[in-house]
């Protein structure tokens, strides 16, 4: 007893009923009973089976409460036409149904009360009654009996032995700015039969490309799905279906052609947004530019196209044939006064109501013709350079314009006239180089021609005078006249006596070449100056030939070396040696080596015999410095001789000590 639907008494056993019980949900409930005796602990069981008998608390019931069947007229008598069918849930004589038809229009059917069969009693025909309504009642067998009804529609069907036929006009016109759901056409057709089958439904069979148009399959009305465009398809040939429902169907078929009519609905349109074209400059007016053409997919006047010229910057130098687009110029064109002509204004428009129009922009260029010649910016340049430029450095680069274009103004540019080999130009840059080492001192100045020339073997050249003028840089060292100089002066003459000039050349210019003298070495005491400027060598003091270095044994003489240097920075400066020999005058007297000789010789010495040597100095130089020797006193008998060149004293005579023990000779020295 899952459910709980029983009780029992525990002490009597008693069986009750706790809820309400359903026959229909559960005929038969099985109970199982245990019993227990005292506090033992065994136990017993039964079961005890509980029948529910039903009571009749269900109605039958149809599974709908119409229904609706149709025949045809030719169904003989007997046919089963339907079959009513019911459930009652109870179960017995509460369960069993009985049929029958409560209420009926004719006598034309019946019914099998047990099976529920609806049979045809007689022939039955559309013409005299196209429905039939029967009210079937099931009832059960209960007591007292429950019952439910069944509405059923017998309909009587026509022969379809019409096929439909079209009435409706096989051509209609809709203009392409129709709105959406315009109403295009109305298709009909007839159908003679009765009911289903004289009741026609429309449909497009084929033609409808792009579904433009809907057909209403009721009411035959043709209207548009969306804009139309004629420009797209100006014409539909419809394949349109009338179908009706007998069965089988029959149908009929009809072309119906639908002509769009056109609207000014389309913009002109040129085949190109931008035309470019190319005429020669200094052509005559007239001259062939180019064809623009423009297209308009409208029909009639709405397709037809004029165009024009705008106004604009240029436009009044060229025309335009309406009719066929051709552009011509007006005037002759010079492309150095206008190189690029844009004309944004090529307009077409159509002669539709309204009209469109549209635009394009021709883009001309006019063809260059060398008409022009190179020109140089200047007729004469003049320039400076340093002598010590690297051989191919660049001193001047020259530009000659040509307003003509492509190789017609490509300037080329060479040199002519004698640069001496000096100079190259790039024939493309107008860069001149040098082609080797400059020298001032060898030239200081070249003068030479550039010719500036295009493609053309016709239009004069443009030249330009060059004048290079070459810096000077001091690059040469002053040199004199002579690497050795040989001078004399006599002592003892006043300061400031010119003694020699010396002379340097310098071939640089300027301070370059300015020539300063100087005394680099060899005046020790100062005894010589020279002027900066002239290179005069002079005295400073009195000089004296016997205080002098000598360095020949014949004179007294000074070496010095002089400097000649230029005043470029950096200097530079080279040297030569002066000898300066100071002349003797016969200002010093002979002295002899010793104010007296003494001599002691035997008296026997042999006649002849060299007894002494008298030497003298003299401090002058040359003749004065020569010196003769003679007695003078002394020597009264002859006994002595005296070499007057040597100072050799020899004995001429016998010596006699007791005629004399002492000779006292007085020598002079000349």
């Given at each position: 007893d899952?459910h709980?639907?029983?009780?029992?008494?525990?002490?009597f056993g008693?069986?009750?009923?706790?809820?309400?019980?359903?026959?229909?949900t559960?005929s038969?409930?099985?109970l199982?009973?245990?019993?227990?005796?005292g506090?033992f602990?065994v136990y017993?069981?039964?079961?005890?089976n509980?029948?529910?008998?039903?009571?009749?608390d269900?109605?039958p019931?149809f599974?709908?409460r119409?229904?609706k069947?149709?025949?045809?007229h030719?169904q003989?008598?007997g046919t089963a036409v339907?079959?009513?069918?019911a459930?009652?849930?109870?179960s017995?004589?509460?369960?069993?149904?009985?049929y029958?038809i409560?209420s009926?229009q004719?006598?034309?059917?019946?019914?099998d009360?047990?099976?529920?069969?609806v049979n045809l009693?007689?022939?039955?025909?559309?013409?005299?009654?196209?429905?039939?309504?029967?009210?079937?009642?099931a009832?059960?067998?209960?007591?007292p009996?429950l019952?439910s009804?069944?509405?059923?529609?017998?309909?009587?069907l026509d022969v379809n032995d019409?096929s439909p036929?079209?009435?409706s006009s096989p051509l209609?016109?809709?203009m392409e700015d129709a709105e959406v759901?315009?109403?295009?056409h109305?298709?009909?057709?007839q159908?003679p039969d009765?009911?289903r089958?004289?009741?026609?439904?429309?449909h497009i069979l084929s033609g409808?490309?792009n579904?433009a148009?809907?057909?209403d399959k009721?009411?035959?009305?043709?209207?548009?799905?969306h804009l139309?465009?004629?420009?797209i398809q100006?014409?539909y040939?419809l394949?349109?279906?009338?179908?009706d429902e007998?069965?089988p169907?029959l149908?009929?078929?009809q072309v119906?052609?639908?002509?769009v009519?056109?609207?000014n609905d389309e913009?002109?349109i040129?085949?190109k947004?931008l035309y470019?074209?190319a005429?020669?400059?200094?052509q005559?007016?007239?001259?062939?530019v180019?064809?623009?053409?423009?297209v308009?997919r409208?029909a009639g006047?709405?397709?037809?196209?004029?165009?024009e010229?705008?106004?604009?910057t240029?436009y009044?130098?060229?025309?335009?044939?309406s009719d066929?687009?051709?552009?011509?110029t007006?005037?002759s064109?010079?492309r150095?006064?206008q190189?690029?002509f844009?004309?944004k204004?090529?307009s077409?428009?159509?002669l539709?109501?309204?009209?469109?129009?549209?635009t394009a922009q021709?883009y001309?260029?006019?063809?260059?013709?060398n008409?022009?010649?190179?020109?140089?910016a200047?007729?004469?340049?003049?320039i400076s350079?340093?002598e010590?430029?690297?051989?191919g450095?660049?001193?001047l680069d020259?530009f000659a314009s040509?307003?003509d274009d492509g190789l017609?103004?490509?300037?080329?540019?060479?040199?002519?006239?004698?640069?001496?080999?000096?100079f190259?130009?790039?024939?493309v840059?107008?860069?001149?180089v040098?082609?080797?080492?400059?020298d001032?001192?060898t030239?200081?100045?070249y003068?030479f021609?550039?010719?500036?020339?295009d493609?053309s073997?016709?239009?004069?050249?443009?030249?330009?005078?060059i004048?290079?003028?070459i810096?000077d840089?001091?690059?040469?060292?002053p040199k004199f006249e002579?690497?050795y100089?040989?001078?004399?002066?006599?002592?003892g003459?006043?300061?400031?006596?010119?003694?020699i000039?010396v002379?340097?050349?310098?071939?640089?210019?300027?301070?370059?070449g300015e020539?300063?003298?100087a005394i680099?070495s060899?005046?020790?005491?100062?005894a010589?100056?020279i002027?900066s400027a002239?290179g005069?060598?002079?005295?400073?003091?009195?000089l004296d030939h016997?205080n002098?270095?000598?360095?020949?044994?014949?004179a007294a003489?000074?070496?010095?070396?002089?400097?000649?240097?230029?005043?470029?920075?950096p200097s530079?400066n080279?040297?030569a040696?002066?000898?300066?020999?100071v002349?003797?005058?016969n200002d010093?007297?002979?002295v002899?080596?010793?104010?007296?000789y003494?001599?002691h010789?035997?008296?026997?010495?042999?006649?002849?015999?060299?007894?002494?040597?008298v030497?003298?100095n003299d401090c002058d130089?040359?003749p004065?410095a020569?010196?003769t020797?003679?007695i003078i006193?002394?020597?009264?008998?002859?006994?002595?001789?005296?070499?007057?060149k040597?100072?050799t004293?020899?004995v001429m005579k016998?010596?006699?000590?007791e005629?004399s023990m002492?000779?006292?000779l007085?020598?002079?020295?000349?």
């Amino acid at each position: 007893d899952p459910h709980e639907r029983f009780s029992i008494d525990p002490q009597f056993g008693i069986i009750r009923t706790k809820n309400q019980l359903d026959h229909e949900t559960q005929s038969v409930v099985v109970l199982t009973v245990q019993s227990q005796l005292g506090n033992f602990p065994v136990y017993s069981s039964t079961q005890v089976n509980v029948s529910v008998i039903d009571v009749n608390d269900n109605h039958p019931v149809f599974l709908t409460r119409s229904d609706k069947v149709t025949i045809s007229h030719t169904q003989p008598p007997g046919t089963a036409v339907y079959i009513a069918h019911a459930e009652d849930r109870d179960s017995g004589l509460n369960g069993a149904i009985k049929y029958s038809i409560a209420s009926k229009q004719s006598n034309a059917f019946s019914i099998d009360p047990s099976l529920g069969v609806v049979n045809l009693t007689r022939t039955v025909f559309a013409d005299v009654q196209q429905e039939y309504t029967l009210h079937i009642a099931a009832e059960d067998c209960g007591s007292p009996p429950l019952m439910s009804l069944l509405v059923l529609t017998i309909v009587i069907l026509d022969v379809n032995d019409n096929s439909p036929s079209f009435t409706s006009s096989p051509l209609s016109y809709v203009m392409e700015d129709a709105e959406v759901g315009f109403l295009v056409h109305r298709v009909t057709a007839q159908d003679p039969d009765e009911g289903r089958n004289g009741q026609v439904t429309y449909h497009i069979l084929s033609g409808n490309e792009n579904k433009a148009f809907v057909l209403d399959k009721l009411t035959g009305l043709l209207t548009t799905a969306h804009l139309l465009n004629r420009e797209i398809q100006e014409r539909y040939s419809l394949t349109v279906m009338a179908l009706d429902e007998g069965s089988p169907a029959l149908s009929a078929t009809q072309v119906l052609t639908v002509i769009v009519l056109d609207v000014n609905d389309e913009t002109p349109i040129f085949l190109k947004q931008l035309y470019e074209a190319a005429v020669r400059e200094n052509q005559d007016p007239e001259e062939f530019v180019i064809e623009v053409e423009a297209v308009d997919r409208d029909a009639g006047l709405n397709s037809l196209l004029r165009y024009e010229i705008l106004p604009g910057t240029g436009y009044e130098k060229f025309r335009i044939n309406s009719d066929s687009g051709e552009v011509v110029t007006t005037a002759s064109l010079d492309r150095e006064t206008q190189e690029v002509f844009i004309i944004k204004g090529n307009s077409c428009c159509d002669l539709g109501s309204p009209s469109r129009s549209s635009t394009a922009q021709l883009y001309l260029t006019v063809l260059d013709e060398n008409d022009h010649h190179p020109l140089f910016a200047k007729t004469e340049y003049q320039i400076s350079v340093r002598e010590d430029l690297e051989e191919g450095s660049a001193i001047l680069d020259l530009f000659a314009s040509d307003e003509d274009d492509g190789l017609n103004g490509k300037v080329t540019y060479s040199l002519i006239d004698d640069t001496f080999g000096a100079f190259a130009i790039n024939s493309v840059t107008g860069s001149i180089v040098t082609t080797k080492t400059l020298d001032r001192e060898t030239k200081s100045q070249y003068t030479f021609r550039a010719v500036a020339s295009d493609c053309s073997t016709h239009l004069p050249r443009s030249t330009t005078v060059i004048t290079v003028l070459i810096q000077d840089v001091n690059d040469n060292v002053p040199k004199f006249e002579q690497n050795y100089y040989e001078a004399s002066v006599w002592e003892g003459q006043n300061p400031k006596k010119d003694i020699i000039q010396v002379f340097a050349t310098d071939f640089d210019s300027g301070l370059n070449g300015e020539t300063e003298y100087a005394i680099l070495s060899g005046n020790e005491n100062a005894a010589f100056l020279i002027d900066s400027a002239r290179g005069v060598l002079a005295t400073n003091t009195v000089l004296d030939h016997e205080n002098t270095s000598s360095y020949r044994e014949t004179a007294a003489s000074h070496r010095l070396v002089l400097l000649a240097s230029d005043r470029g920075t950096p200097s530079l400066n080279s040297t030569a040696t002066v000898l300066i020999t100071v002349l003797d005058i016969n200002d010093n007297p002979p002295v002899f080596s010793s104010p007296e000789y003494h001599i002691h010789v035997k008296e026997s010495i042999p006649v002849g015999s060299h007894i002494t040597e008298v030497s003298a100095n003299d401090c002058d130089a040359g003749p004065n410095a020569e010196i003769t020797y003679a007695i003078i006193s002394g020597n009264d008998k002859g006994h002595f001789r005296l070499d007057g060149k040597t100072g050799t004293v020899d004995v001429m005579k016998t010596l006699d000590y007791e005629d004399s023990m002492r000779y006292t000779l007085i020598i002079q020295a000349t």
